[in-house]
C-alpha cells in the first residue's frame, strides 16, 4: 500500500503562484512515475502534469510555461511549482503514482491522494 500525503494549497490572487508538495510512503518496490491531476467543479478530472522515475515530463496544454513538475527520487516528493496562476486553475489537486510493489513491475498500481484545494482569486 502506498500512502500519498498532500500539502501547499490554498487560496492566492491571479498572477500569484503556489507550490504543492506530495509525499508518497509505505510498502512499494519503485515508483515508476508520479503527476498532479485536477478537478474543477462540474468537471472532469485531467492530468496537469506527470514525471517518470528517469525524469522525463509532460504537461498539459493548458498550464505549459506556467508550471513545473519535479521530483526529488531520495524522499519520493513531487512538487508542483505553479506560476502566474488564473482563475480558471481553481480544482482540487491530486496526486497519483504508479508504483510497484516487487521486480519487473510485480504488483504495479495506480495510488491517488485525498486532494488539495487550490482556489485563485480573479
Known amino acids: 500500500q502506498v500512502l500519498l500525503e498532500e500539502s501547499g494549497g490554498g487560496l492566492v490572487q491571479a498572477g500569484g503562484s503556489l507550490k504543492l508538495s506530495c509525499a508518497a510512503s509505505g510498502r512499494f518496490y519503485a515508483i515508476h512515475a508520479m503527476a498532479w491531476n485536477r478537478q474543477a467543479p462540474g468537471k472532469q478530472r485531467e492530468l496537469v502534469a506527470k514525471?517518470?522515475?528517469?525524469?522525463?515530463?509532460n504537461y498539459a496544454e493548458t498550464v505549459e510555461g506556467r508550471f513545473t513538475i519535479s521530483m526529488d527520487r531520495a524522499t519520493n516528493t513531487v512538487y508542483l511549482q505553479m506560476n502566474s496562476l488564473k482563475p480558471e486553475d481553481t480544482a482540487v489537486y491530486y496526486c497519483?503514482?504508479?508504483?510497484?510493489?516487487?521486480?519487473?513491475?510485480?504488483?504495479?498500481?495506480?495510488?491517488w491522494g485525498q486532494g488539495t484545494q487550490v482556489t485563485v482569486s480573479s
Open positions: 497519483s503514482t504508479d508504483a510497484s510493489r516487487g521486480p519487473e513491475g510485480w504488483g504495479r498500481h495506480e495510488y
Open positions: 514525471i517518470t522515475s528517469g525524469g522525463s515530463t
